[in-house]
Nanobody
Framework: QVQLVESGGGLVQAGGSLSLSCAASGPTLSRYGLGWFRHAPGKEREFVATINRSGGYTYYADSVEGRFTISRDNTENTVFLQMNSLKPEDTAVYYC???????????????WGQGTQVTVSS
């Protein structure tokens, strides 16, 4: 049973940066592909980024490509999301999740964190 805890959310002005972290406890995180999703009010949960077990492959949603970077440290059982050039439309609760593969559908992720709020002011 993997337990995930996100941190690092907050309030930032448009154009600014935030770095999210997601720490795992339980089985080693290196067994899992990892992803970040976000959920804004009135919208469906949205895929943001995913990374494979070794960290050698990443994939991003078009809306964040070039601005966000997903990375992981398997020795620290942690996954990160560096967010630059933030826009008001990035405002959402951000969740990390663990999957057996490298996938983009939320239904394919079996473990989820509790979420961390990111608010970008204009």
């Amino acid at each position: 049973q993997v337990q995930l805890v996100e941190s690092g959310g907050g309030l930032v002005q448009a154009g600014g940066s935030l770095s999210l972290s997601c720490a795992a406890s339980g089985p080693t995180l290196s067994r899992y592909g990892l992803g970040w999703f976000r959920h804004a009010p009135g919208k469906e949960r949205e895929f943001v980024a995913t990374i494979n077990r070794s960290g050698g492959y990443t994939y991003y949603a078009d809306s964040v490509e070039g601005r966000f970077t997903i990375s992981r440290d398997n020795t620290e059982n942690t996954v990160f999301l560096q967010m630059n050039s933030l826009k008001p439309e990035d405002t959402a609760v951000y969740y990390c999740a663990a999957s057996r593969g490298v996938v983009t559908r939320s239904i394919d992720y079996g473990y989820w964190g509790q979420g961390t709020q990111v608010t970008v002011s204009s």
